[in-house]
């Protein structure tokens, strides 16, 4: 079984654990172990990064550092703690003097980073590491006909790699075609869902959110599908005051792509963190829950 | 993000002392400890 250092980040200890588990889950079945980074800290989010540049990617080198200390490849399932980290080991591996620079600090905690690792997003692993033809084989229970938009978020296609198009990936709607779902049209499927900025503004986030479901909804979705815990907390948490705010009514499902991966692999759904969702899922779902139960 | 560039022994120092202070008093690990700033 291929082995990955798992490096949840805060969200998925908190807010996401259906992610967190999810993602175990769905990976286990697809031969993938995610061994938890030991002694991992916070990646930063964008918080660190605005106080202290150097101080930033040396708390980010730490992670990449235990990483390859256990000879591992880095796989982080949040978007923003895989740019973090992302950028960091690049900016270590083409600036050896700034690699020498922050192992300096490092020293401090007797680690050193070589830039011997690869880091990856969870879906990446999935996508490209595992690949599409590989998932299909190990489909069990097929979501056919589960109409999914598949959102990317703003932070997952930046950094790409192996000059991918940016501007119009297809991994995501690929990985869930594999699974049995039929990715919809969605045009908002690259627009950032506001990120924090529900903390400063409020008003100006909440549009940003009605957006991404209007246009989920004008394309017949079932659910919205992401690959980051604050595009979830966002399209879901927020609808009732989207309601409120915009005079809607929407009830759209926001669920991982990790736990209808999962589904789709037959792992049991209170393996995969359901029964937590703000907004129901049982409208969609409950045709593929209850076969499962039989 | 553009790296701000190279830097003096003195933001060097800085960093490492700082370094230090996270992972003394927070002990880091997976932000399970409370603490205040």
């Known amino acids: 079984m291929k082995q990955y250092a798992y490096f949840p980040g805060c969200s998925l200890e908190k807010i996401a654990l259906s992610y967190d588990k999810s993602s175990k889950e769905s990976a286990k079945s697809l031969g993938v172990e995610l061994k938890e980074l030991e002694d991992w800290n916070c990646c930063g989010a964008t918080t660190y990064f605005h106080v202290d540049q150097l101080l930033a990617n040396t708390l980010v080198a730490r992670n990449l550092a235990i990483a390859e200390k256990a000879g591992l490849d880095l796989v982080a399932p949040c978007s923003a703690c895989y740019k973090n980290a992302f950028f960091t080991n690049k900016y270590m591996k083409e600036d050896p003097e700034l690699a020498d620079h922050i192992n300096y600090a490092l020293e401090e905690d007797d680690l050193h980073f070589n830039g011997s690792i690869n880091v990856w997003h969870l879906i990446d692993v999935f996508a490209d590491e595992i690949g599409m033809e590989a998932i299909k084989e190990k489909v069990t229970k097929p979501l056919e006909g589960l109409k999914v938009a598949a959102y990317y978020g703003c932070q997952i296609v930046r950094p790409r790699k192996n000059g991918e198009n940016v501007e119009d990936p297809h991994f995501f709607e690929d990985l869930m075609s594999a699974i049995g779902t039929q990715p919809v049209d969605f045009a908002t499927r690259l627009r950032c869902c506001g990120g924090s900025l529900i903390m400063t503004s409020r008003e100006a986030a909440l549009d940003m959110v009605q957006k991404i479901l209007q246009n989920a909804v004008d394309n017949q979705a079932d659910v919205i599908a992401t690959a980051c815990p604050l595009c979830q907390i966002n399209l879901e948490c927020y609808q009732a005051q989207v309601n409120e705010e915009f005079g809607k009514n929407y009830s759209m499902p926001v669920l991982y792509f990790t736990q209808l991966m999962g589904l789709a692999l037959g792992v049991p759904p209170k393996r995969l963190g359901f029964g937590k969702e703000f907004v129901s899922v049982m409208p969609f779902l409950s045709p593929y829950l209850a076969k499962e139960a039989k | ?37």
């Open chain 2, 1 to 37: 993000m553009n790296y701000p560039g190279k830097y003096g022994m003195d933001e060097l120092l800085i960093c490492r002392a700082l370094y230090r202070q996270c992972i003394e008093q927070f002990s880091l690990h997976s932000n399970q400890q409370e603490f205040e700033l």
